[in-house]
């Protein structure tokens, strides 16, 4: 597509913000793009919803709402817009479907997956309830909506917390993430029966690292994704949501901070927080990498990588999230 007078006019606010960041031969590559979904978008009211860890030229250049994915659901349940571009991974478009089942719901790439949601199937929960009789199942919200739908209650890592705590029992089944298992287990008094599932990016971090950096850079603030292995963490000065972390940052205005988490968030914050210094670990995620500019112009023009699930799942699924929605209200 043809970089013209008009898209380098018409995208110049864009590029404004994004130029410490977008060097200026590849904005040539972008703005077309940027510049027709845009227009697309409006055309047929659709909105774009983008994950924090989306590069870039998606979360500054066409995302109208762009967030942790608790409130990627939460946006989903409520928007007047008769199309969402899920731009992140396949359980974050399942769960905006759950919400918004009358929507049509587009994926820029379908093979935009999570190693922690296909770590576990709906015949492994079924097998664990079994094992476990009467004990609740709190669900990641990384996991498939055949997960969700054999589950009590939905939760993330902005109110894992809060929800395991909400449900005042002595024992829960948690999943499918073993190190935010640990992590809910060492904040509250409930035991936890977790599963081996992992994020193939933040099990990476390892805390000698942490404490590395921390030397070489007296002062500096690191922030973790309670993803990351339980040493990191608690090498770590917080840990939050990927929202969490961004309110950090927005609110403390570290001089120098680590955010221990996928890469792309880092370029994003600190395109919005100028005065803070960013050590950068680079640890992408290759799924969330998927989603590009070409892909999300291809599926809005052609309304194609629809979301099609049956109606006893997204009834089954979708309770599992409104009681976490009630639950953190
Ligand atoms: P958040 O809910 O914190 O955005 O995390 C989602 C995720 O996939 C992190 O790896
Ligand atoms: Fe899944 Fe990890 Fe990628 Fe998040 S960063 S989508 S948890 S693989």
Known sequence: MEFTAEIKKATSSIYEKVQKKIPEIEWATHAPYIYKINKLKKEKNAVILAHNYQTPEIYHGISDFSADSLALAVEAAKTKADIIVMCGVHF???TAKLMSPEKKVLLPDMKAGCS???SITGDDVRKLKKQYPGVPVVSYVNTSAEVK??????CTSANAV???ESLKVKKVIFLPDDFLAKYVASQTNTEIISWKGTCEV????KDEEINEIR???PGIKIIAHPECPPD?????DFAGSTSGMIKYVRDNQPEKVMMVTECSMSDNVQIDNPNVEFIRPCNLC???KRITLPKILNCLENESNELVMDDQTIAKARKSVERMAEIGR
Do not use: G, R, W, Y
């Open 215 to 217: 030397k070489a850079n």
């Open 286 to 288: 290759p799924h969330m």
């Open 202 to 205: 933040h099990e990476q971090f």
């Open 232 to 236: 990191v963490i608690q090498a770590s």
């Open 149 to 154: 739908a054999e589950t009590d209650v939905c």
């Open 116 to 118: 922690l949601s296909s």
């Open 162 to 164: 809060k929800i395991v």
């Open 92 to 94: 974050m478009a399942e």
